[in-house]
């Protein structure tokens, strides 16, 4: 019997075991003899309990914030290095590990441990890249996955006028009809019409979640409810997370007539709304796009109300106004 050190017996493993190069979290704390040699074990109660995992544009942080209003639910600790979202589940975070992910939530202090306060987070590139919810289950599979579904169409629209207003060469010289129906192999264009199109193919990604969540542990909110009747929708959310306390958000929430849509009450002067980039204001789109568009996604739409009513799940109201 010989061996090597560790890193020769290393280098010969991923000889013989290349496809194991990629690495798949496991949540150490579950098992004994992991969490006997896992030098970070005050981590092992900060993990998130539920996660908003997108699709972009569909107001998720809108939602994000209407959570962390709320005195049982803890957002995870701001970064600079990340800005607004975590994305852990993304290739180059993965690849940073577990320590890296959990710093984001810091050990709660006892006295709110007893009040079962629960951390969440919202990466909203979540929703449809592949290897996700096989990651995220490996490491959380007990997480309340968080979707939000709005009418695709806009939400294409939606992310083409974000990258207009992030000077995206293609969105800055492209029509939006010409972006979406673009045929040529222009790499801009094919990157930013993909990022208009995909996600909105909401039944594909679906699909992948459903393979490794079970439905109960799956929560479809309805975007454009979220939009008209945000009070409702945190009202039914509660239920859903199984939360005690059921916070009354007609405390909390105003529509601003300034802004055009929900924002935070304040005890003095004005509402807090979302900044800038959030309910941006743009010309409507044209009819030749929507009619596109509508006919591109009509056969996503359908499966996807089938999946739906399958595994008995929220079927949002402008799905089933348009199958
Ligand atoms: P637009 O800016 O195109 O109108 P996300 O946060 O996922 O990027 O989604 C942004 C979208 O959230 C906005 O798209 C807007 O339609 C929607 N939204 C929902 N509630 C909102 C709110 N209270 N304030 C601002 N935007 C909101």
Request: net charge positive.
């Amino acid at each position: 019997l010989s061996s090597a050190p560790p890193s020769e017996l290393g280098q010969s493993y991923f000889r013989l075991y290349p496809d194991e190069k990629d690495p798949l979290w496991l949540n150490p704390c579950t098992d004994k003899r992991h969490k006997a040699i896992w030098p970070f074990v005050q981590g092992c109660k900060q993990l998130p309990s539920m996660i908003i995992v997108g699709p972009q544009k569909t107001g998720t942080t809108a939602l994000s914030l209407y959570l962390s209003l709320h005195p049982k639910f803890k957002p995870n600790k701001a970064s600079k290095r990340t800005f607004e979202e975590v994305q852990f589940f993304n290739d180059n975070n993965y690849r940073k590990g577990l320590k890296w992910y959990m710093e984001f939530f810091p050990p709660i202090e006892s006295s709110l441990v007893e009040q079962s306060i629960r951390y969440f987070e919202k990466s909203a590139t979540y929703y449809d890249r592949a290897l996700i919810p096989k990651r995220m289950n490996a490491l959380l599979p007990d997480v309340d996955v968080i979707i939000i579904l709005s009418d695709p169409v806009k939400r294409a629209y939606s992310w083409y006028q974000h990258m207009k207003n992030h000077s995206h060469p293609a969105a800055l010289n492209y029509s939006f009809y010409d972006v979406i129906t673009n045929k040529k192999q222009d790499r801009l264009i094919k990157q930013l019409q993909d990022r208009c199109i995909r996600p909105g193919k909401y039944v594909i990604h679906l699909e992948r979640w459903l393979d490794y969540y079970h439905p109960s542990h799956v929560i479809i909110v309805d975007g454009k409810q979220l939009i008209d009747d945000p009070i409702q929708v945190m009202a039914d959310l509660q239920i859903k997370l199984k939360v005690n306390d059921i916070l009354d958000y007609s405390m909390k929430l105003q529509f601003d007539q300034r802004k055009g849509y929900y924002c935070v009450k304040r005890e003095r002067g004005r509402n807090k709304c979302l900044g800038r980039s959030k309910g941006r204001k743009y010309p409507p789109m044209d009819k030749d796009s929507e009619m596109y568009l509508r006919n591109f996604y009509r056969p996503y739409n359908i499966k996807l109300k089938e999946v739906l009513e399958s595994r008995s799940l929220a079927i949002p109201t402008w799905l089933k106004e348009q199958t």
